[in-house]
């Protein structure tokens, strides 16, 4: 189970980015992280991938813990091999390399020839669009192909928790449906999944459990049937109205700020 | 429209280049026949100058595709490899500085040759040792001055290169200034004749090193580490999120890049690059006189940099073969100039280089 208690991650040495998160993803279950855009998702999954050095980001309190143990001060590569990989926001594949080099570099923490061969093959059946151009250049497959390989190449490592960042991002809904199956495919093997998504609908839709951001803190969490029947979900994620279809002032449903649900 | 612009421009650079190569093939056909014995040690010498390059090309882009940055310390790390093959395998000791000498060099006498093999094994064993020792200085480098660099512009860390060339090529003066520095390779000053024109074996030796090393690095390419490295070049951060140790990448690299300068630094001192056979402080130009090769063949190309290595090698040699009666005209040392030329000729035609990576789009 990973945990996040109470993590506040700062960067520049100014900017308080997250205030106090805390979440849970619990073995075997898909839990979803919405918020709108600026509330600290990707900030919240680079503190727990180690990849907050670059952006010159720091966890200032707090403690990340995946089955007990500590995540804050590991470097990125120990925590792949602890089980955790991430699939970045805008699937980041390396362009110049083949489908083939890119899920190499996927397993690189993986020693066994073995495991390797038959993390490959999984892929390859998950995704057969992918097995069909294993040699192409991985910059010229389109968008959802991209996204495939992306997902696959994260496989490829042997995750135990596989985190997606907006995996939907720039994609028809045809294909946002096929990576939503694939998730709850990839989940169905054993793979917990912390999902961050914009697209609420679909992320609640196969999710167990579901988290809301907002300013770096959790400000509501819940079922994720819960959470699709909630009506401030459904006005601001979903964009649909409740009860009453006239406009409702943003500050009368911004009610649930002042409960300090989030104090825990 | 953009397609019919970008064909136009194509056929433009065709036409330039059959304008630069048209004449000089026909002056070369002419060049065969009117004596074909001189015609063919220039092209000897020109493999030769071209696999100096080479190899030097090779280091510049084995630390250009991990790290995407330009070495320029290149020469100064080819200097200190020349000399760590001087000191082991041409003095036979192993060059330490210990705290009551004040700074001086104490050699001491290097083991490998007390083992009682044969002399070609001794010597081999000695060059890998001081090849290992060049690469350590690399790994030191990187550790040092590159590593607190991840993240930050790629300017900055040019020019930290630049300043470890400028401060290692005053380290490696003071050693080599005691003596002279003899690199005395098995092959060194020895020749044969074609006709009245003397070859060096050095010329040979360089194209087999540059073929070696050409293969190493290409199959260093296929193995895990090598695309892991590829993958470091394109996108650090995503490469980090896979589990990949950036920091040891770059470690290998650096040592790669400077085995591979030590390498050239070798064939620096030897002719067709320098008659002497010994270390000095040109040594460490010779990263400068193969950078155009390196720019030429695009700088994260491994094909580009032998090609561009061969072009350029060949083009100074030519030139310095057959314009020799305009030097009153052209200036003494112009072929040192032809590299310099060819590179921006070659840019004006393809400004990635001849195999440099552009940026993939899809269409």
Redesign the interface.
């Known amino acids: 189970m990973l945990e996040l208690a109470n993590v506040e991650v700062v960067y520049n040495e100014v900017i308080l980015v997250l205030r106090g998160l805390s979440i849970e993803v619990p073995d075997g279950q898909i839990v979803a992280l919405l918020g709108a855009n600026g509330a600290g998702k990707t900030t919240s999954l680079r503190a727990i991938?180690?990849?907050l050095?670059?952006h010159e980001g720091v966890i200032t309190k707090g403690s990340i813990t995946y089955d007990g143990k500590k995540l804050n001060d590991l470097?990125?590569?120990d925590?792949?091999?602890s089980g955790i990989?991430?699939v970045?926001e805008g699937r980041?594949?390396?362009?110049?390399?083949t489908v083939d080099?890119?899920l190499?570099?996927?397993g690189?923490?993986v020693k066994d020839k073995a495991r390797t061969k038959a993390s490959y093959d999984r892929v390859m059946d998950l995704f057969p669009r992918l097995a069909e151009r294993r040699k192409g250049?991985a910059?010229?497959?389109?968008g959802g192909e991209q996204q495939m390989l992306a997902i696959g190449?994260?496989l490829m490592?042997e995750p135990k928790l596989l985190i997606l960042d907006e995996p939907s991002l720039g994609l028809a809904p045809k294909l946002i449906e096929q990576i939503r199956d694939i998730i709850v495919d990839i989940n169905k093997q054993g793979v917990s999944v912390l999902l961050i998504e914009q697209n609420a609908m679909m992320a609640l839709s196969i999710a167990n459990y579901g988290y809301v951001m907002e300013t770096g803190k959790i400000v509501m969490d819940g079922d994720a049937k819960k959470l699709l029947a909630d009506d401030d979900v459904k006005e601001f994620y979903l964009g649909l109205h409740g009860d009453d279809s006239e406009k409702k002032s943003f500050r009368d449903v911004k009610h649930y700020k002042r409960r300090k649900r989030w104090a825990s | 429209m953009s397609t019919s612009q970008s064909k136009r421009r194509i056929s433009n650079g065709a036409a330039f280049m059959i304008a630069v190569f048209v004449p000089i093939t026909i002056f070369l056909i002419v060049q065969l026949f009117s004596d074909p014995a001189v015609f063919l040690t220039t092209i000897l010498k020109s493999l030769a100058m071209g696999s100096t390059y080479a190899i030097i090309a090779l280091g510049f882009v084995l630390i250009f595709k991990a790290t995407e940055v330009v070495n320029f310390s290149q020469g100064a790390l080819a200097m200190i490899g020349a000399l760590f093959i001087s000191f082991l395998v041409a003095d036979e000791t192993i060059p330490i500085v210990p705290w009551w000498s004040e700074g001086n060099l104490v050699p001491i006498r290097n083991p490998i040759y007390d083992l009682g093999l044969p002399s070609w094994m001794a010597w081999g064993l000695s060059f890998i040792v001081a090849l290992f020792f060049a690469a350590l200085i690399g790994l030191f480098l990187e550790r040092v001055a590159i590593r607190p660099m991840?993240?930050q512009p790629l300017f900055s860390v040019a020019v930290i290169t630049l300043g470890l060339e400028i401060s290692l090529r005053v380290l490696a003066n003071d050693s080599a200034k005691l003596k002279l520095r003899n690199t005395n390779t098995p092959w060194s000053g020895k020749g044969f004749n074609i006709g009245d024109n003397f070859l060096y074996w050095s010329f040979f030796a360089a194209m087999i090193a540059a073929a070696i090393s050409v293969v190493a690095v290409f199959l260093f390419y296929r193995s895990?580490l090598g695309?892991?490295m590829?993958?470091v070049a394109?996108?650090?951060?995503?490469?980090?999120?896979?589990?990949?140790?950036i920091g040891r990448v770059f470690a290998i690299a650096w040592g790669a890049g400077a085995a591979l300068a030590a390498v050239g630094g070798l064939f620096a001192t030897e002719p067709p690059i320098k008659q002497t056979g010994a270390v000095d402080a040109e040594t460490s130009l010779v990263a400068f006189r193969a950078l155009p090769a390196v720019i030429l063949g695009g700088l994260d190309s491994v094909q580009g940099a032998i090609l561009g290595g061969l072009i350029v090698g060949s083009a100074e040699i030519f030139a310095g073969q057959y314009l020799s009666g305009y030097t009153s005209v052209l200036g003494a040392g112009y072929p040192l100039v032809i590299p310099y030329v060819v590179m921006i000729i070659g840019l004006i035609v393809k400004p990635y280089g001849l195999f440099g990576?552009e940026e993939?789009?899809?269409v």
Not at chain 1, 139 to 142: D, Q, R, V
């Open positions: 991938s180690g990849l050095g670059p470097k990125p590569s925590i792949v091999e990989t991430q970045m980041r594949i390396f362009k110049d390399l080099e890119n190499v570099t996927g690189f923490t250049i910059g010229y497959l389109s190449r994260a490592a | 991840i993240g895990k695309i892991a590829r993958a394109r996108d650090q951060e995503a490469a980090m999120a896979q589990g990949i140790p990576t993939i789009r899809r």
